[in-house]
């Protein structure tokens, strides 16, 4: 059953919001600090997370771990359709890659010619530029434009979510198990004993 929701319907303390807040201070931190690198890996990161609470349930942890790239193809697709047609989702992952395992611009798949490498800056416009350099296609992203439709796309996919009744049920079982950190420990343990 579908409910038509606002975000303004959608509860702050829900565990999913509490994520995704947690996201977004971590991104506006790097922003004000001018740690651009960190910045894009919490992005990706974030992208990988919201990816992860759409996989269907019921698959083994092995089964979802190979689901993780489409998913993260999907959610970019669905999400950050400001990239759509120049920067294919494929590209998106391939730059999560480089950038996560290497801090750098090349992943394997763009040193086997199957994305162009991403470069970044940081105004806000034009949101995407592309363009040749040594006969190699590149493409540069704006980062406050990746910001912006980053935190628009995760709002939005908390309504979906919770418009969806299974899509929640799936999404908040599997925040159970995502690190939150807590101000106050005492009103989780009494005498010792998680409660």
């Known amino acids: 059953m579908k409910n038509k929701l606002n975000k303004a319907d959608i509860v702050e303390l829900t565990d999913i919001h509490n994520v995704v807040k ?27 997370t919201m990816a992860y609470l759409t996989i269907p349930d019921g698959l083994s942890p092995r089964r979802v771990a ?4 489409k998913h993260f193809k999907l959610w970019v697709d669905k999400y950050l359709r400001f990239l759509h047609p120049v920067c294919k989702s494929e590209y998106i992952w391939e730059a999560r890659n480089g950038l996560l395992h290497t801090h750098g611009t090349q992943s394997v798949g763009v040193k086997e010619g199957k994305a162009p490498r991403i470069y970044y800056y940081a105004k806000n416009y034009p949101p995407m530029k592309q363009a ?25 996919f908390i309504i979906d979510v919770y418009s969806d009744d299974k899509r929640r049920t799936v999404a908040e079982k599997r925040c159970e198990t995502m690190l939150q950190v807590f101000d106050n420990f005492d009103k989780f343990v009494r005498d010792g004993t998680i409660i």
């Open 22 to 48: 947690d996201i977004k201070g971590g991104i506006n931190v790097c922003m004000d600090q001018k740690h651009g690198g960190s910045l894009l890996k919490l992005i990706f990161s974030g992208i990988d």
């Open 132 to 156: 040749l350099s040594d006969g190699e296609h590149v493409i540069f992203l704006s980062i406050p434009t990746l910001i912006r439709e980053f935190f628009k796309g995760m709002d939005q």
């Open 66 to 69: 190979k689901e993780q790239k």
